[in-house]
């Protein structure tokens, strides 16, 4: 019984916090895509679809107020293209979030290399884990390996996952379905509003 | 049986990754499934959420309960508490357990009629063993068409050695019953021992380390089991699967909300005037993107959907969002395509209907219908990924 106290207890304030996320996704949302539609008029369905979802994710990173990491990353690869500049600057607000930007690139490079030479040596070890397999070792074996794969699946998938060991990216892939479910909430209920209206 | 233990102390000694959690689960899916697939457990808890939800503190609750037997007895006890459904478990959990002793006793007595007709055959040619192998093979196969790979080499191990007389034969298959079930019955209890032994000696400050490592993922998955829908998996695998599907399905609908209609009407509504024009001007050009009207590479299209339908919902979205098409409700298409008034809107309209039919399917279930824009223009919605 305690335990599904506790059960409602967390959903409660998760839903108080997604509230607020809503509401900070909207505001931000819009304002990015008023700059979108600002600066160019005919767009066709890609382009618009694009600047849509672009507007939409650096929004939502940006009211995370970059408390985790794959909002930075999603905030850092927006930087790098140069239109995408204005967009990020009014949307986040002119602070120093662009320099963590910067910086997040450049550990990128060095966690690069590094997996460079992880990979060399990688080898090697797998060499020395295929010995001590025997047939009653195998399953396990083969779960690890599954659950690595899977593992390296998720880094793929969420933003900057790549950059973070296994454990971040489960905390990290946590926060992100939250907030992807915000988004597609907010959106659904958008496109819902619209249709009524018209 | 001496596999299993030595499987066990493997499980156990595995320090580096992942966590008792796997080793546990690996351990219960064997003993509890031991004659059915683990879907056994998927199934009694894939019908309810709150099943789900209720049973979601446990398989990871690693502080609170130390050994195999208590992990055992809780998860049947959890089982319970679901209710109906959870009262399926138990039973089958229960019965899983009796089955190694009862298909032997039933392999008995199912072989006893053998023996009598096979008697003859015995006592004329005392060399010939064809007649015990296919007494052996016989109650192998009963027994290995049900079990895990380890009772399999149970069976295997004492019918190496047949005895000449049909009373020896006899007594094999006894001892081969009654060692197969003692296998069931003894292996919880010889490897519990084993584990107090290792968790005894877990005092170095490296283990520890580890452990406290892999509580913290456990909690991790634990929390995210109660944010993924269809999150009754035991299993770190097959957690991260559902966890991979789900973010990729969000992230689907993400796209598909942001193609449709929405970003115009809502710069319409925001900030009228110029962008409501470019809204405009944008969404006229939507239907006219592509178009293919080939009624062959459609019927090849639906049956590969059909195909990815069966085996995973997600990657038949993503197919079609590929090809650039979607699914959608029969009644929807028909409407649309009687709709000749407005063949934009009613183009624009279908992300809309669709993503409000497949909501209240469950909200989070990956069942969205996109649509087929199956009109009569035979215009498709492109998406260039």
């Not at chain 2, 470019?278 to 959907?305: A, F, I, L």
């Not at chain 2, 395509?337 to 407005?342: E, G, I, K, P, V």
């Not at chain 2, 183009?347 to 969205?368: F, I």
Request: with cysteine.
């Amino acid at each position: 019984m305690n335990l599904c106290q506790q059960n409602a207890n967390s959903k409660e304030a998760k839903m108080h916090n997604s509230c607020q996320l809503e509401k900070e996704f909207i505001n931000k949302w819009v304002q990015g895509l008023q700059i979108c539609n600002s600066s160019s008029k005919k767009m066709n369905l890609l382009e618009r679809k694009k600047k849509i979802k672009l507007s939409a994710d650096i929004a939502i990173a940006s009211a995370k107020n970059l408390t985790t990491s794959w909002s930075k990353a999603i905030i850092s690869e927006a930087t790098k293209d140069e239109q995408n500049m204005t967009l990020v600057k009014n949307v986040c607000g002119p602070e120093s979030k662009f320099m963590y930007a910067h910086q997040k690139v450049t550990s990128h490079k060095r966690t690069t290399s590094k997996k460079i030479l992880k990979k060399c040596y990688g080898v090697h070890r797998k060499m020395k884990k295929m010995e001590p397999c025997r047939g009653s070792n195998l399953a396990t074996c083969i779960a690890k390996r599954l659950v690595k794969k899977r593992t390296q699946v998720l880094k793929r998938l969420v933003p900057g996952g790549e950059l973070m060991d296994e454990y971040s990216v489960i905390k990290e892939a946590l926060d992100y379905i939250l907030s992807l479910k915000v988004q597609v909430d907010v959106m659904k209920n958008l496109v819902n509003v619209t249709t009524s209206l018209s | 049986m001496q596999e299993s233990q030595m499987s066990l102390q493997d499980l156990q000694n595995n320090t580096d990754s992942f966590d008792p959690t796997v080793t546990n689960d690996d351990f219960l899916d064997q003993m509890l499934s031991g004659l059915q697939t683990t879907v056994s457990w998927s199934d009694v808890s894939g019908g309810d959420g709150d099943g789900g939800q209720n049973k979601s503190t446990l398989p990871w609750d690693v502080d609170h309960f130390d050994d195999q037997s208590a992990i055992l007895s809780s998860k049947l006890r959890q089982h319970q508490i679901t209710g109906s459904a959870g009262g399926r478990a138990p039973a089958s959990a229960l019965k899983s357990l009796q089955l190694p002793r009862g298909l032997g006793s039933t392999g008995e007595s199912g072989l006893f009629p053998n023996d009598n007709i096979d008697d003859s055959n015995f006592k004329s040619p005392m060399g010939d063993n064809s007649s015990i192998q296919n007494l052996f093979h016989g109650f192998t196969g009963s027994l290995t068409s049900n079990q895990t790979p380890q009772f399999r080499h149970l069976p295997a191990q004492t019918f190496g050695s047949p005895g000449a007389a049909a009373a020896a034969v006899m007594n094999q298959v006894q001892a081969a019953s009654v060692s197969a079930g003692g296998g069931g019955g003894g292996a919880p209890s010889q490897p519990r021992q084993r584990v107090r032994a290792r968790r005894g000696q877990a005092t170095d400050p490296h283990s520890i380390a580890e452990r406290l490592r892999r509580e913290r993922i456990a909690e991790r998955m634990k929390a995210l089991q109660e944010l993924v829908p269809n999150a009754n998996k035991t299993d770190k695998a097959s957690m991260l699967d559902e966890i991979i599907d789900y973010v990729k399905f969000l992230q689907l609908q993400v796209k598909v909300l942001s193609m449709s209609r929405l970003g115009g009407a809502a710069a319409g509504a925001i900030a009228p005037g110029g962008a409501e024009g470019g809204g405009r001007t944008g969404r006229s050009s939507n239907g006219t993107v592509s178009s293919s009207n080939n009624n062959d590479t459609m019927m090849v299209t639906e049956n590969q959907v059909v195909k990815l339908m069966e085996e995973d919902m997600g990657s038949a979205m993503q197919y079609l969002q590929g090809k650039g098409l979607c699914l959608m409700p029969i009644s929807l298409a028909t409407a649309i395509s009687t709709a000749t008034c407005h063949p934009s809107s009613s183009r624009n309209n279908h992300p809309l209907g669709s993503a409000g039919g497949g909501e209240g399917g469950g909200p989070s279930s990956p069942n969205m219908s996109v649509l087929t824009v199956q009109s009569a223009n035979g215009v498709s919605v492109k998406d260039s990924p």
